[in-house]
């Protein structure tokens, strides 16, 4: 019997396929809807040539889960190993859909051996992963209204983004919807400005004068009244929308530390220094269930973007950073990295020998994330929370400092 492969070029409303044989021949090409019908078709057409792996460039979605569920072995292949392989199918450099689809195909059957199948994660990881990555996003997007506000601020009131210390901050927002212009917090005095932080439960170390000094000593406005007012009226709905999604990132906040304590998985990744809940949990959600996923801790350290890269050629070599890999898992793994050197006499010591050596922070934080990937790497795979007693470096740390 014949053995075939399939290639599967997704977009957001409908997908190029294209299933060919072991020869490299195509038996059939088809365009499927992003649809309910569209992705019945999709099953029902490989099931016709024998449920064939295919290949696609993104390892997540709803084509993919819907092709994982329905039992089809899905193979992810990363976008630039595919530009890469481009060359050697045309040298004019065009490209379309079915173009890449048959591209997919092909590589699947020529190098299908150097892809690892995409392993379904369990429903819990699946879940922590959606709230992760969704809080993730509004974090960001928290940080761009902010930046928002605060340049506008700028524009033509600095005091109102000076006065406290985080321009997002619930008692930052009160105070901009509150007094959006200069104008409306003329009459502000100290005993009014008591009120307010006491109403806002202010637990700032700055007295009322000193905040009223701070919005005061900032450059003054020199916009006319009908920009001044248009400029407050923008301020307040700034402040108003960043004020919501504060409270809403709050929630998902307690709903993630929630469900990433009642993990086993969770309880290991929250056993080591520093790690906290919400830490732990955007590691085991780019971690995930599945041990056989990475073959080895340098595999994962790859993945990870904390191993660089190394190109040689003759006499030349070079190590430089590693730009593709899981942004969010090297984000989380360094946030760990980071924290652990307060709270790991271990782990300070490696940072600050990497910065003896002249690395910068980044770089000794990424030094320091890759030794502590071994010690998750071993923890994870074997099942069991740190132990810092079983932590040989940091033991014989330990025993050096006594001696």
């Known amino acids: 019997m014949s053995t075939f492969f399939a290639g599967l070029d997704w977009a957001s409303r409908a997908h190029a396929v294209c299933v060919i044989d072991e020869h490299g021949s195509v038996r059939e090409r088809l365009d499927v809807a992003h649809d309910a019908d569209g992705l019945a078709t999709l099953q029902r057409r490989l099931r016709h040539w024998h449920s064939p792996p295919v290949a696609i460039e993104r390892p997540s979605g709803l084509v993919v889960d ?3 569920e329905a039992g089809f072995t899905v193979v992810p292949i990363h976008p630039n190993a595919v530009k890469a392989t481009r060359p050697r199918y045309r040298s004019h450099g065009a490209k379309s859909d079915a173009s890449d689809a048959y591209l997919l195909a092909d590589l699947l059957r020529t190098d299908g051996h150097r892809f690892r199948a995409l392993a379904p994660q369990d429903d819990e990881i699946r879940a922590l992963r959606a709230l992760v990555r969704g809080r993730d996003d509004l974090v960001a997007t928290r940080v761009q209204l902010a930046n928002q506000l605060r340049s506008l601020l700028g524009s033509f009131w600095p005091g109102a983004a000076e006065i406290f210390a985080d321009v997002d901050s619930p008692i930052s927002l009160a105070f901009i919807e509150r007094y959006p212009t200069p104008d409306s917090a003329a009459r502000l005095g100290p005993k009014r400005m008591a009120g307010f932080c006491a109403q806002h439960a202010y637990c700032g170390r700055r007295s009322a004068d000193e905040l009223l000094q701070r919005l005061h000593g900032a450059p003054a406005s020199v916009c006319a009244e009908l920009e001044m007012d248009a400029n407050g009226e923008l301020a307040r709905c700034l402040a108003r929308t960043l004020a919501r999604l504060v409270e809403q990132i709050k929630l998902l906040s307690s709903r993630i530390e929630h469900h990433v ?3 086993e998985d969770g309880r290991i990744m929250m056993s080591f220094p520093r790690a906290g809940r919400i830490c732990a949990a955007q590691i085991l959600a780019e971690l ?3 041990r056989e996923r990475f073959v080895s801790d340098e595999h994962l350290a790859a993945e990870a973007g904390v ?3 190394t190109y040689q050629s003759g006499k030349s070599k070079a190590v430089t950073f590693r730009w593709a890999c899981n942004h969010r898992l090297r984000a989380a793994l360094t946030c760990l ?4 050197r307060h709270a790991s006499a271990w782990a300070a ?3 600050a020998k990497a910065r003896a050596r002249g690395c910068d922070h980044p770089h000794a934080i990424r030094i320091l994330s890759r030794a502590w990937l071994r010690v998750i790497w071993r923890a994870w795979t074997d099942r069991k929370a ?3 007693a079983m932590h040989r470096a940091a ?3 330990l025993e050096t400092a006594r001696g």
């Open 386 to 388: 740190y132990d810092p």
């Open 66 to 68: 819907t092709l994982v």
């Open 395 to 397: 033991q014989q740390l």
């Open 288 to 290: 995930g269930s599945v």
């Open 261 to 263: 304590a009642s993990l």
């Open 337 to 340: 990295a980071d924290n652990s």
């Open 349 to 351: 010591s490696l940072y």
């Open 307 to 309: 191993a660089p890269v």
